[in-house]
């Protein structure tokens, strides 16, 4: 009986060792099978996933920190067509919730490309909208949990960040915009593309929870403040804008720099366009170079040019103050004769007299009296036909022809002395014009106040561009300006405030000749002369109301004059030469 | 005298019954000692999957937090954008100042507004936050690690 037991006992033993001994084999075996390989191959590769972290893009603030280029939170709505069980309520949720048209949904989803297992449905959808579809699919959810499958299974949202621009189309023509793609497109967005953009990470991202790791640490873009006052600017547009309507002017260009380091404070430009539709920017200009008339469009400035030939006849020795031309109304140079802007003899003139009035053929005979060489050495000097270096994308350099130029002619000195014959953007007639405002110093314009990185800001230091003349030369053509804006009432004078100033009414050439019938208006001012804090330009494209820039681009540059000077708290001379006292 | 030692060892010998009582004793202390480490094991591995789980959620709230920060400053701007500020300021009947109403008064030590300043001081850098092993580690993982440090250390022991 026992004999039977120990038996019975060993026989189960030996099947149960066989068994446990048939699933260790077959464990092995299915770990060792080709099969196996397959699968953790795969396991591998979906515990695994290589995620690219995009830095934000940096913000852009004016000088007060006013935020005028932001980021939002956007979503894309897509559809997993694997899991997806009721495509007609997904198309029709989408549809209306979204605005689209669910018919279109339901074929892209019925017939998607092929190896696809994921369609977008939408995209850059706002917060609000993509929010409601996302409500209705978890009410959806809930209900249909008891069935188990939900009619709306299948949708996915994923949020990312889009470029905004709280200020719509403020200062549009500076900040450039971000096309969906990412990339900076004209102006500061451009300019500073790399900067704000930072540097994207790619890493692989386990899924295994048991193998969760830090995120990495992907520095955000750099942040921009810029020299801009937005205020300023708003206001700078206002009037841009009433001008146009004012004057019938075709376009323009307002432009405001603090002429003592270069920064601009407020640079208004038409058309302008928002920068939240940027899509709409083909629409709107015809092509890159009316983005910004200030940096990309050089066009003959006219007289306004003049105080740049008096400054180097001045600095020359070539005049005096004092010196005295006889004006008889006409002036022969290179085969070309040269008339005042009425074609009238002007008579016996002093260099004051020359400037005040305007007169064309004084400053050709100015020109001529310097020399070729002198004179297109200075303009060189200016930076007359040279980039700026404005940190500004698209800046254009206009052309300036010297001697030995095949398109060059004798003549060429005699119009250019007056701003005919030259192409300059009005940020170069503003570079240049700043050694007279600033003792003969000329600063570089930039937009960049700081930068923002790491924790820390960075000022921009001014920076400089050389002394084409002395500081004599800069402060005796800064009285010659005043005094002329002053004798001849101009409608540029701002009350309380003396202003160094000169107008400009440049004729504009067309095929085989100049446009007889339409001009371009421009003023250059700056103020208070003792210690300039404004530097502005005006350019009035074409305004019907009058040809002349004394009647059109002065009383605007007053006006703008005006503003800066109570948002930039500038004192009137009297008060201030009270607080010198003190 | 080894019939003696045949009745001395048959006399000492263990019952059968005895023998098999000890064999399964060892054999289920091993088998539950096995137990309590599988146990142990599975404890520190349920732990890790949940708290890599939390950590994984953590980073997606920071993610989720700063976008929506980013969003919060966004609306700000909007909502006292200059096109936004004018109008309230005409709602509320105030007008645009003009230059013959202004009066500029002399105040001593008075100091013009600068521009803005985003970052007053550079930011402490704290230390980077790193998880700690004790949280990823598996229990193979930790026995690994001290088994080296140990072996490395009395290798370094050794070259002294």
């Known amino acids: 009986m026992r004999e039977q037991y120990a038996w019975r006992s060993l026989t189960l033993a030996s099947i149960l060792a066989l068994v446990g001994f048939a699933i260790i084999l077959q464990i092995v075996r299915i770990q060792t099978s080709p099969e196996a390989a397959i699968f953790r191959r795969q396991a591998a590769q979906d515990a695994q996933t290589v995620q690219t972290f995009y830095p934000e893009r940096g913000l852009i603030y004016d000088r007060n920190g006013h935020l005028l280029a932001g980021n939002k939170t956007v979503y894309e709505i897509g559809v997993d067509l694997k899991s997806v069980k009721d495509k007609n309520a997904v198309a029709l949720a989408t549809g209306v919730e979204l605005g689209l048209n669910p018919n279109d949904l339901y074929k892209l989803m019925a017939n998607p490309p092929s190896n696809l297992t994921y369609l977008i449905l939408a995209n850059y959808v706002d917060e609000d909208k993509a929010l409601a579809l996302q409500q209705l699919k978890i009410t959806t959810d809930e209900q249909t949990s008891s069935s188990g499958q939900s009619s709306l299974s299948g949708l996915e949202f994923t949020p990312h960040p889009e470029r905004t621009y709280p200020e719509g189309s403020l200062a549009s023509n500076v900040i450039g915009f971000v096309s969906h793609e990412g990339r900076g497109y004209f102006g500061i967005e451009e300019k500073y593309n790399d900067l704000l953009a930072g540097t994207p990470i790619q890493e692989s991202v386990s899924i295994d929870p048991n193998k969760a790791a830090d995120l990495p640490q992907v520095p955000d873009g750099t942040t921009l403040i810029l020299t801009l006052n937005r205020d300023l600017q708003a206001a700078t547009e ?16 307002i432009v405001i720099m603090d002429p003592r380091n270069g920064e601009i404070l407020a640079m208004a430009s038409t058309p302008r366009m928002d920068l939240n539709q940027f899509w709409n920017y083909s629409s709107i200009y015809q092509n890159a170079s009316e983005y910004n008339l200030a940096v990309s469009t050089p066009y003959e400035p006219g007289s306004v040019f003049k105080i740049l030939t008096m400054a180097a006849a001045l600095d020359n020795s070539t005049v005096t103050p004092a010196t005295t031309f006889l004006d008889t109304g006409s002036f022969l140079i290179g085969g070309v004769t040269i008339k005042n802007w009425n074609d009238q003899a002007w008579g016996i003139q002093d260099m004051l007299g020359c400037i005040q009035n305007s007169l064309n053929v004084c400053m050709a005979w100015v020109s001529s009296q310097m020399g070729a060489q002198n004179f297109y050495g200075y303009m060189n000097r200016f930076g007359v036909g040279q980039l700026t270096g404005i940190d500004l994308a698209d800046e254009a ?67 400089y561009a050389g002394s084409p003349i002395s500081v004599n030369t800069a402060q005796t053509l800064d009285h010659m300006l005043a005094t002329s804006i002053k004798n001849e009432a101009s409608l540029a004078i701002v009350p309380g405030y003396q202003i160094a100033g000169k107008t400009g009414t440049a004729q504009i050439p067309i095929d085989g000749g100049y446009d007889p019938t339409n001009t371009n208006a421009s003023f250059i001012g700056w103020g208070p002369i003792d210690d300039p804090q404004f530097m502005i330009y005006v350019w009035l494209e074409e305004p019907s109301a009058s040809i002349w820039g004394s009647e059109t681009a002065a009383p605007v540059f007053a006006e703008v004059a005006q503003k800066a000077i109570l948002m930039l708290n500038i004192p009137p001379d009297a008060i201030r030469q009270q607080i010198a006292q003190h | 005298m080894i019939r003696t030692i045949d009745i001395i060892h048959y006399a000492y010998k263990q019952a059968p019954w005895r023998v098999q009582r000890q064999w399964i004793s060892t054999f289920l202390l091993i088998g539950l000692g096995l137990a309590m480490i599988a146990a142990l094991y599975l404890d520190v591995t349920a732990h890790a999957a949940l708290t890599g789980r939390a950590i994984q959620d953590l980073n997606a709230d920071i993610i989720a937090v700063q976008q929506s920060n980013a969003d919060l400053e966004t609306q700000s701007a909007t909502l006292t954008s200059n096109s936004a500020m004018q109008t309230r300021a005409l709602a509320l009947n105030y007008q645009p100042v003009q230059s013959n109403q202004m009066q500029f008064i002399v105040v001593p030590g008075y100091i013009a507004p600068q521009p803005v300043a985003l970052i007053s001081a550079p930011a402490l850098q704290p230390s980077a936050p790193t998880i700690r092993p004790e949280y990823t580690q598996s229990l193979l993982d930790w026995f690994d690690q001290h088994l080296h440090s140990s072996l490395s250390a009395s290798m370094l022991g050794a070259s002294q």
């Not at chain 1, 206002?238 to 376009?251: M, N």
């Not at chain 1, 960049?448 to 001014?462: C, E, I, K, S, T």
């Open chain 1, 397 to 463: 350099a206009g052309r300036l022809k010297v001697p030995g130029d095949t398109d060059w002619s004798p003549s060429d000195l005699g119009t250019n002395a007056f701003g005919q014959g030259v192409a300059a953007t009005p940020i170069q007639i503003m570079k240049a014009a700043s050694a007279v405002a600033n003792n003969g110093r000329m600063v570089m314009p930039h937009v960049l106040y700081a930068m923002v990185r790491d924790g820390r800001q960075f000022n921009v230091p001014a920076q």
């Open chain 1, 238 to 253: 206002q009037i841009l804008d009433d001008s146009l309507t004012k004057y019938g002017a075709q376009g323009g260009t």
